[in-house]
């Protein structure tokens, strides 16, 4: 298995490994600012090999913490009635959202302790908001006018800490950034202009994202908002050539591909499509799912009840799927204003880097399979690394007997299970596959409970 560390050293003595569908590696090349040709650039090997992430939510909306990270758009754009009683009821009289900002304290932000739970989540990289919808930054950025984490509130540079923590343990690190703020008077005055105007692009968007490149040399920049306008307006492929030509970080940084209202799904390094994507097939892109622990919210709420958090069994059924069907896996957390990732958040995280822990193997650095699912069923799942494939199912078959029908058997075949070194009594099927006898045990007294791997090495 090839760790942070070792795929760093890796990606930088090869550069960019893997091509687009269809492409074949290319070296390095100067990119122009179109889609043919950023969209031809390689994506670094690094990105694939991780597999498993961690996003962050983290801003001023930590403060009301009720409702979403929307927070202020439903009270004072869509003016929705429940958070306008809500304000009346928690703050003072005449309370406005920037009054939010010096409560947005951080006290309690510890980033090595982060960094340490992000690890033993199994996260090979972390992806941070540095400015969501809001506009509120948590770096001292030049352009926010006061209104970030340097100026007010924590008064300390969030994006600085929380890197060099995770840096510190070979973690990669992606920023994620919003394009739009959705109530920027630049921003809105471009809008009412149809988009024709860019005040908000040259003295706000761009340089912002400039910065982010310059100052903290990010490995991953996660970028969105961008939704309302086209990328023409973003001046996003420009910006784009300038890092992957010229950048500090122009060979092995990685985008996602929210880049403006005609981009997702169709440009961009790899594809997120949009929140919580599931393709229900091997797509032909790289791609990533990313997913909230509080499945209404990607922001702390003090009202989320435990029954709308995903369990561990729900963690670990969309990471088995998503890496089958080849894609990254970013769970999210919110931490509260404080800077505290609450028990709840963290008991999730240390249950999948546990289940990581047996079967990482079939996790980390694999490739899809022919085929991704058993019998067009959802129990079993397909992985595979080399000549090695891996059966992940979800559910302990009754008599302690699994039947996989789409292995063909080509000599000596030896099935193993992670975590457990013996290996296992098997039988042929009489056209393809075979019939696996599992330990003699219930699942309760085995290391895991939710999802066991099964090592084919053998099979055609």
């Not at 509130?153 to 890197?163: F, I, M, N, Q």
Request: charged share 20%; proline share 7%.
């Amino acid at each position: 298995m090839v760790g942070p560390a070792l795929g760093r050293a890796l990606c930088l003595a090869l550069l960019l490994c893997g091509a687009p569908a269809g492409g074949t590696s290319a070296p390095p090349r100067r990119y122009t600012p179109d889609w043919a040709s950023l969209d031809s650039r390689p994506l670094p090997c690094w990105f694939d090999a991780a597999k498993v992430g961690v996003f962050v939510h983290w801003g001023v909306f930590a403060v009301p913490a009720w409702g979403s990270e929307w927070f202020w758009w439903n009270w004072q754009g869509e003016r929705l009635p429940d958070y306008e009683q809500f304000v009346r009821s928690h703050f003072p009289p005449g309370t406005s959202y920037a009054d939010f900002a010096a409560r947005f304290t951080a006290r309690d932000f510890q980033p090595e302790q982060w960094a340490r739970l992000f690890q033993e989540a199994g996260a090979r990289y972390v992806v941070f908001t540095t400015k969501h919808h809001e506009g509120f930054t948590n770096w001292g950025s030049p352009v926010s006018w006061n209104w970030n984490s340097v100026d007010t509130g924590p008064h300390r540079d969030l994006v600085a800490e929380l890197g060099d923590a995770l840096r510190k343990r070979n973690i990669y690190y992606g920023l994620y950034h919003s394009l739009f703020e959705w109530f920027n008077p630049l921003y809105l005055l471009d809008k009412k202009n149809s988009f024709k105007s860019q005040f908000f692009v040259s003295e706000k968007s761009l340089p912002e994202l400039y910065e982010l490149v310059l100052r903290y040399k990010p490995d991953i920049i996660w970028s969105d908002g961008g939704w309302e306008a086209p990328d023409t307006y973003w001046n996003s492929t420009s910006f784009l050539a300038w890092l992957y030509n010229d950048s500090p970080v122009k060979d092995t940084v990685v985008v996602n591909d929210r880049w403006g209202s005609n981009c997702s799904c169709h440009h961009g390094g790899y594809y997120n499509c949009q929140d919580k994507y599931k393709p229900g097939v091997l797509p032909t892109h790289k791609w990533e799912m990313c997913s909230s622990i509080d499945k209404n919210s990607w922001g702390y709420r003090r009202n989320m009840q435990v029954q709308e958090l995903l369990d561990e069994a729900s963690i670990i059924r969309e990471l088995v799927q998503t890496v089958s069907y080849g894609g990254n896996y970013l769970l999210n957390v919110g931490p509260t204003k404080e800077g505290i990732i609450v028990p709840i958040f963290q008991e999730r995280l240390l249950a999948l880097g546990k289940w990581l822990s047996i079967n990482g193997e079939a996790i980390y650095e694999s490739k899809p399979w022919r085929v991704q699912k058993e019998n067009g069923t959802e129990g079993t799942w397909y992985t595979s690394k080399g000549a090695i494939i891996y059966a992940i199912f979800l559910t302990w078959p009754e008599g302690s007997m699994l039947t996989l029908s789409s292995p063909i058997l080509s000599g000596s075949v030896q099935v193993t299970m992670l975590g457990i070194s013996e290996p296992l009594k098997w039988q042929p099927l009489p056209d393809k596959g075979l019939k696996i006898t599992l330990p003699f045990t219930t699942p309760s007294v085995l290391p895991l409970q939710h999802g066991w791997t099964l090592k084919l090495d053998g099979v055609e």
